[in-house]
């Protein structure tokens, strides 16, 4: 199993629709978690930082963390089509190496 | 957010030539920077971990005589690709954390081709 779980999609979805991105982990030491927005041949956008568990709002995004369930999410409301990227979830313990997953595609249709 | 500088963004190299590629973290003191490899539609396969004034730590399964990392100030990192090969060809991306901070910032990626 791997240390973070994240399907690859593609998740398609019609525009202005409330976008639900996930990861699981098994390794419970993890205590800051990332989301990370890449276009196609650019490199990774940190988009959403937060520490333990919580909600924590920026514009349309939201993150939710769930330490008892080893489970975040990236919700994305009103989605755009430049909202179509690979979207990235990272995690990582204190100052070790952070852990990324495999990242989810989403395509945001007109 | 920090701001990660990565240069060149393309480069097309010979067979059996060298390329240096370089990060430069330019609002912050990047303690740590990480080179990743990334395949088409495929995700981040860190490369080396690099600390300010220390060697590089090297994937397992990473050449360190091949790819030479360098992090000889707090702001710039270098990766280099010596004698590079066609199956080098692939996309490399720096990220770089401050000693204050837990999240990492990344640069704009390379793409390298080498014919």
């Known amino acids: 199993q791997k240390e973070v779980e994240q399907d690859p999609g593609p998740l398609s979805v019609p525009e202005g629709a409330i976008v639900s991105l996930n990861c699981t982990y098994s390794?419970?030491?993890?205590?800051?978690f990332m989301w990370y927005r890449q276009y196609s041949r650019k490199g990774p956008e940190l988009l959403m930082y937060?520490?333990?568990?919580g909600n924590k709002e920026d514009g349309r995004f939201t993150a939710q963390v769930d330490k008892s369930s080893k489970y975040i999410s990236l919700f994305i409301r009103d989605s755009q089509p430049s909202d179509s990227a690979t979207y990235l979830c990272?995690?990582?313990?204190?100052?070790?190496?952070?852990?990324f997953g495999r990242g989810t595609s989403l395509i945001v249709h007109p | 957010g920090a701001v990660v500088s990565q240069h060149p963004s393309r480069v097309i190299c010979k067979s059996g030539t060298s390329v240096k590629i370089e990060c430069r973290s330019l609002?912050?003191?990047?303690?740590?920077m990480f080179w990743y490899r990334q395949f088409p539609k495929q995700s981040l396969m860190l490369m080396a971990t690099?600390?300010?004034?220390?060697?590089?730590?090297?994937e397992q399964g990473v050449e360190k005589d091949k790819f030479l990392i360098n992090h000889a100030s707090l702001t710039l990192s270098t990766l280099t690709v010596t004698s590079a090969h066609p199956e080098d060809s692939s996309f490399y991306i720096c990220?770089?954390?401050?000693?204050?901070?837990?999240?990492?910032?990344f640069g704009q990626g390379t793409r390298l081709t080498v014919v």
């Open positions: 990220s770089a954390r401050d000693g204050a901070r837990q999240e990492a910032f």
């Open positions: 937060t520490y333990s568990s």
């Open positions: 690099s600390n300010e004034g220390s060697k590089a730590t090297y």
């Open positions: 990272a995690m990582s313990r204190g100052s070790y190496i952070p852990t």
């Open positions: 390794n419970s030491a993890f205590q800051y």
């Open positions: 609002d912050f003191q990047a303690t740590t």
